[in-house]
T-cell receptor
Framework: GENVEQHPSTLSVQEGDSAVIKCTYSDSASNYFPWYKQELGKRPQLIIDIRSNVGEKKDQRIAVTLNKTAKHFSLHITETQPEDSAVYFCAASKAGFQKLVFGTGTRLLVSP | NAGVTQTPKFRILKIGQSMTLQCTQDMNHNYMYWYRQDPGMGLKLIYYSVGAGITDKGEVPNGYNVSRSTTEDFPLRLELAAPSQTSVYFC?????????????FGEGSWLTVV
């Protein structure tokens, strides 16, 4: 089955810096890659996703890139703000109904 | 449109007790899920359902049971609670498209077994 690895487990940056979180997946048939943000004590919430027919997607300060050949995808946050501090999860699944497989999470801390 | 609603939000159980976590969604999603999240860890799938009357095991189903009698409801039953079941439980739902399924989570249920 699919296996998703996520790095780093913890990331500390200064406000205004960029943050990059990387994930790799094992199943070459996977074609849907969402990213979830989970604030302390809250539910995971979708922040951006990408499908295999595109290599990059941007939404304001957040972007996701996908390299299907290398089977990895990354989350990029620019101009980080303290409210970006949270745990971020990547995930992967195949077409149609397939269970999402989550990475282990990255705790991002943005210091003022 | 409330999304995914789960109850209770907090519960303390004694070892050996049983309980049901309730989950309902009003988005007419076919697919529903139960995840557990241990402190500082990721999400592990307990059970899922692709429609009313159909359920299947996820990664960590032992000690749990589910049912799906309607599209809206997907309760999770804990039998003979054990300390290892202390966790945060998230119910979720999705409407899978041809190229992936966006999952929407409930607010979570914090369960402590003592």
């Amino acid at each position: 089955g699919e296996n998703v690895e996520q790095h780093p487990s913890t990331l500390s940056v200064q406000e205004g810096d960029s943050a990059v979180i990387k994930c790799t997946y094992s199943d070459s048939a996977s074609n849907y890659f969402p990213w979830y943000k989970q604030e302390l004590g809250k539910r995971p919430q979708l922040i951006i996703d990408i499908r295999s027919n595109v290599g990059e997607k941007k939404d304001q300060r957040i972007a996701v890139t996908l390299n299907k050949t290398a089977k990895h995808f990354s989350l990029h946050i620019t101009e980080t703000q303290p409210e970006d501090s949270a745990v971020y999860f990547c995930a992967a699944s195949k077409a149609g109904f397939q269970k999402l497989v989550f990475g282990t999470g990255t705790r991002l801390l943005v210091s003022p | 449109n409330a999304g995914v609603t789960q109850t209770p939000k907090f519960r303390i159980l004694k070892i050996g007790q049983s309980m049901t976590l309730q989950c309902t969604q009003d988005m007419n999603h076919n697919y529903m899920y139960w995840y557990r999240q241990d402190p500082g860890m990721g999400l592990k799938l307990i059970y899922y359902s692709v429609g009313a009357g159909i359920t299947d095991k996820g990664e960590v189903p032992n000690g749990y049971n589910v049912s799906r009698s309607t599209t809206e409801d997907f309760p999770l039953r804990l039998e003979l609670a054990a300390p290892s079941q202390t966790s945060v439980y998230f119910c979720a739902s999705s409407s899978a498209g041809k190229t992936g399924n966006t999952i929407y989570f409930g607010e979570g249920s914090w369960l402590t077994v003592v």
